[in-house]
T-cell receptor, first 111, second 117 residues
């Protein structure tokens, strides 16, 4: 299983763009990069997934360089409600493989 | 929006008792999971279930634990002879099958907070 490394915590202010970078040096060819968000006392929630280059949805963007050894989750114009833990996962999506969560990045958005 | 539902939201049990945590996955999903999260720690995988059998399980999922899909909708986690260290949030999740093998989105329930006293 590819191990991921991401900052333990980050602080930001409302309205700023937040970029959380994750390292996954031993990612395999068929692995996808997935990000989840977790609020206190709630289950994780899927944000975005990607394989390479850039993916954007209504919530975030995911940037993946050509070597795929890292990825960056970008949250545009964060608000207080974006305060949460963000997990970067490397997943082999086929056959319903389990998700392995690391420690995540605790994002604190301040007013 | 479809969602995974878990009951109860909070369960308090005495050490040594058996508990059953219940989950209703999203109806057309075929992969089911149980995870747990001890307070302040990371989300840990327990077991995955597909086609009415366990497909993967972690070291945590020992003989104390069992899972069952007793009917077409429920998915249960049974913990026998609970210990103090079993106190945690237990999350159920489900995933859709993806023939192209590209889907990594799992839907998690709100969790059951288990407190063993």
């Amino acid at each position: 299983l590819a191990k991921t490394t991401q900052p333990i915590s980050m602080d930001s202010y409302e309205g700023q763009e937040v970029n959380i970078t994750c390292s996954h040096n031993n990612i395999a060819t068929n692995d996808y990069i997935t990000w989840y968000q977790q609020f206190p006392s709630q289950g994780p929630r899927f944000i975005i997934q990607g394989y390479k280059t850039k993916v954007t949805n209504e919530v975030a963007s995911l940037f993946i360089p050509a070597d795929r050894k890292s990825s960056t989750l970008s949250l545009p114009r964060v608000s207080l409600s974006d305060t949460a833990v963000y997990y970067c996962l490397v997943v082999l999506p086929m056959a319903g493989n389990m998700l392995t969560f690391g420690g995540g990045t605790r994002l604190m958005v301040k007013p | 929006e479809p969602e995974v539902t878990q009951t109860p939201s909070h369960q308090v049990t005495q050490m040594g008792q058996e508990v059953i945590l219940r989950c209703v996955p999203i109806s057309n999903h075929l992969y089911f999971y149980w995870y747990r999260q001890i307070l302040g720690q990371k989300v840990e995988f327990l077991v995955s279930f597909y086609n009415n059998e366990i497909s993967e399980k972690s070291e945590i999922f020992d003989d104390q634990f069992s899972v069952e899909r007793p009917d077409g909708s429920n998915f249960t986690l049974k913990i026998r002879s609970t210990k103090l260290e079993d106190s945690a949030m237990y999350f159920c999740a489900s995933r859709d099958i993806d023939i192209r093998g590209m889907n990594t989105e799992a839907f998690f329930g709100q969790g059951t907070r288990l407190t063993v006293v």
